[in-house]
């Protein structure tokens, strides 16, 4: 998945989801701050952070007075996450985080990465991470449901549920670390430009569409062209599941 990143390093904020200053970004700034009840004195670490933009707006939004410390293993996006002030970029994967025994934290942050994690060597991270939480802290796992309403072409949508684990599978896992989960559900209603999302799906903005080759990638868009054809605008709804948990 490094390489799919790195790739996708000069482009990564250009999708809908990820665009900077958006009102979908501040929406789900709003509901993270929330969840993890971050307050100003808090330190908190955002484990596969992107470009860092999103740690940014979290600090900004919560009036964090601590750098966010923000993990990544891609360079092109941990270069990107550099340029932000506010963050103390690290470049690490998840797996080294969770056993290094340095820094405890009030909060820790895996947004849309925790199906990235090996199945083999999820259950020890999740008790690393835990064993880096003070005792009021709390860490969050945003992720989504194997049931999805994207207007992925039919391939895409018939791999999605293999790549993205049911949320059931990482509750299990947390709470076997020791930790009380409390699952939440956000459901934002998107609408996006058809010419803007033919232009991700084409770009693969998510690790989904880097499954296919090129040929493959262009059936695909080319069934969306056909399915959209004189729609301007695709509406939908983005269900994301919130996991947190604390001890």
Known sequence: MQEHYDALADSYESAWFYQTGSHYQSWLAERVVRALRLEPQHRMADLGCGTGS??????????LRQPVLAVDNSPGLLAAAQQHPGLEAHSQDIGGFAVDRGESFDALLLKEVVHHLPEAERDAIF?????RLRATGRLLCVTRP?????????AALELWPSLQPAAEIF????QAA??????????????????HWL??????FWSTFSHFDDAQLALG??????RFAGEPRLCFEDRLIFLVAQR
């Open 199 to 204: 232009d991700m799906v084409r770009g693969r």
């Open 178 to 195: 020791g930790l009380r989960v409390d699952v939440q559900h956000q459901v934002y209603p998107a609408q996006v430009e058809t010419a």
């Open 221 to 226: 868009v080319a069934e969306l062209e056909q």
């Open 146 to 154: 194997q049931k999805i309403d994207y207007p992925f072409f039919e």
């Open 171 to 174: 509750v299990a896992g947390l």
């Open 54 to 63: 999103f740690s940014a707006l979290l600090a900004e939004t919560a009036g």
């Open 127 to 131: 008790a690393g991470l835990a064993a």
